[in-house]
């Protein structure tokens, strides 16, 4: 199993940057693709962007292309969303997500892949 701690967040201006934290304890951190979700109020859950066991492969979802960065670091079991040049429409809870090991070491686009989940964090991005 795999536990998965959230930092980050809060309240930035439109323009503006942040940084989410997710640091995993419990298995073999290295063997699990990882995935940034998020869920505004209302809608469906998305992704924001995913990423392979290496950190070598990354997806992004259309909105965020080009503006955010997703990143991790196995020696320190944690895994990283830089977010720059925020818009109102990014405000959401973000989740990580470890996915399945099923599925094998690459990236996956679909929430329902993943098996286990940080606590979520609230990202308000203010016009």
């Known amino acids: 199993q795999v536990q998965l701690v959230q930092s980050g967040g809060g309240l930035v201006q439109a323009g503006g940057s942040l940084r989410l934290s997710c640091a995993a304890s419990?298995?073999?951190?290295?063997?699990?693709?990882m995935g940034w979700f998020r869920q505004a109020p209302g809608k469906e859950r998305e992704i924001v962007a995913a990423?392979?066991?290496?950190?070598?492969?990354?997806y992004y979802g259309d909105s965020v292309k080009g503006r955010f960065t997703i990143s991790r670091d196995n020696a320190k079991n944690t895994l990283y969303l830089q977010m720059n040049s925020l818009k109102p429409e990014d405000t959401a809870v973000y989740y990580c997500?470890?996915?399945?090991?099923?599925?094998?070491?690459?990236?996956?686009?679909?929430?329902?892949?993943?098996?286990?989940w940080g606590q979520g964090t609230q990202v308000t991005v203010s016009s």
């Open positions: 419990g298995s073999t951190f290295s063997s699990y693709a």
């Open positions: 997500a470890a996915r399945s090991a099923t599925y094998g070491p690459s990236w996956g686009a679909s929430q329902w892949e993943y098996t286990y």
């Open positions: 990423i392979n066991w290496s950190g070598g492969s990354t």
